[in-house]
């Protein structure tokens, strides 16, 4: 039955990655380079396309919302969220060119880029890294198995085991919740 396979298709993923320790231990240093640049009065920002571009907004909000309890927001957004800068800048400039223009106007040095690309080759997302590194900004890929061009160009790089894009996309969303609560959870501790 379809149902049962992608479940076991995803459980399989999962653990794949629960058994790869440079995978955990790298999903542990990008939580404090994270924790390190909102402490700082950095912000972390999300880029993608599609549902990766979902999952980076949907990250985002985690920061600057809440994510487990009431807590003060933390400077995160994701780099697609005007419509209007995206549709300008990619008629008059290109669409490679969106998140790269976008993170030169607000990025500075200490920020954190994450971008969002299930096969690495997302050539918008691509450029943005390009200009991070330029700006002193720390850059973190979650892709596919082979991180794809955007290997060379990550500070960490977080490359799910599979090369079937919805299972990739539902690690992602599984990391980043894992980091915005370990983030969360340092910055703001609770009691008990």
């Known amino acids: 039955m379809q149902i049962i396979e992608s479940i076991k298709e ?20 990008i939580a404090v380079v994270c924790t390190n640049a909102f402490s700082r009065g950095n912000k972390v ?12 907004q949907h990250l985002a909000a985690e920061f600057s919302g809440r994510y487990y309890y009431d807590r003060p927001p933390l400077p995160s957004e994701a780099l697609h969220v005007n419509s209007s800068f995206m549709t300008a800048v990619a008629n008059d400039y290109s669409f490679d060119e969106v998140y790269a223009r ?5 990025g500075k040095e200490g920020d954190v880029l994450i971008g969002l690309s299930t096969s ?7 450029r943005a890294f390009e200009v991070a590194r330029d700006m002193g900004i720390t850059t973190v890929g979650l892709t596919g198995e082979t ?26 969303i599984m990391i980043g919740h894992i980091i ?11 009691e008990g």
């Open 10 to 29: 995803s459980i399989d993923v999962k653990q794949k990655i629960l058994t790869n320790s440079l995978l955990i231990s790298d999903i542990r240093k």
């Open 45 to 56: 920002l999300f880029c993608g396309n599609g549902g990766s571009a979902a999952d980076a």
């Open 102 to 106: 976008l993170l030169k106007g607000i």
């Open 120 to 126: 690495g080759n997302s050539k918008n997302v691509i």
């Open 147 to 172: 991180g794809g061009n955007l290997a060379v160009l990550c500070d960490f790089l977080i490359n799910i085991p599979s090369t079937d894009t919805p299972r990739i996309q539902e690690s992602h």
């Open 180 to 190: 915005c609560e370990l983030v969360e959870s340092t910055l703001f501790p609770q």
